[in-house]
């Protein structure tokens, strides 16, 4: 009998017992795996709506130099719109698209782009005697980028809401005053943004 596996019996008691420390350890890593899983997911899902915000404030600038380029064209255009030798802007967002000033048609603008942070493709307008001479965002929100802006971009910093990010032109028009006090144009109190309906 030297060859043959001897057999132990091991009394059920003893069996019973051992299992359920077994399986309460795997619950235990079991649980802890899942809590990690959800900590690793929160701070993920964190991540990627900053960078999804951010890359949507990278658009809304690129959508606001488009509008500032588009109304440098047509207030340069001039041609048969300039009244008295002075050139325009224009009164509406659509004479953008199509000068009404011209019998060919000239296009300062491809398309009236959405607002990326609102979603919707309304603005307010920044008016000057009754013409468009900039837009901004309609959004409340506050904005992640408050510096390190293009120069021409400078009136963007430290704004408190997506709404004071004015593109005009000229990009200077709006100068902040001294100590503090509203946004002045030429030391009169700014235009008043108005919305677009």
Do not use: C
């Not at 091991?10 to 069996?15: D, E, H, I, N």
């Not at 990690?36 to 990278?58: H, I």
């Amino acid at each position: 009998m030297s060859g043959l596996p001897v057999r132990v019996r091991v009394p059920a008691r003893r069996r019973a017992a051992a299992r359920p420390a077994a399986r309460g350890f795997a619950y235990l890593w079991t649980l802890l795996l899942v809590a990690f899983m959800g900590v690793g997911l929160v701070v993920t899902s964190g991540l990627f709506a900053t960078a999804a915000r951010r890359d949507k404030e990278r658009e809304l600038i690129f959508i606001g130099h488009e509008f500032r380029a588009a109304i440098e064209r047509y207030h340069n255009a001039g041609g048969n719109g300039a009244i008295n030798g002075q050139n325009q802007y224009p009164l509406r967002l659509e004479g953008l698209l199509k000068d009404p000033r011209f019998a060919n048609p000239r296009r300062h603008l491809r398309r009236l782009y959405a607002d990326p942070i609102s979603g919707k493709a309304e603005w307010g307008l920044v008016l000057q005697q009754g013409r468009i001479v900039g837009v901004h965002s309609l959004s409340a929100k506050t904005p992640l980028k408050q510096d390190n802006f293009d120069q021409d971009d400078a009136a963007l910093r430290r704004k408190a809401r997506y709404a004071d990010w004015l593109f005009t032109y000229p990009a200077d028009l709006f100068t902040p005053a001294k100590d503090g006090e509203k946004i002045t144009l030429g030391g009169a109190p700014a235009a008043v943004p108005a919305r677009q309906n």
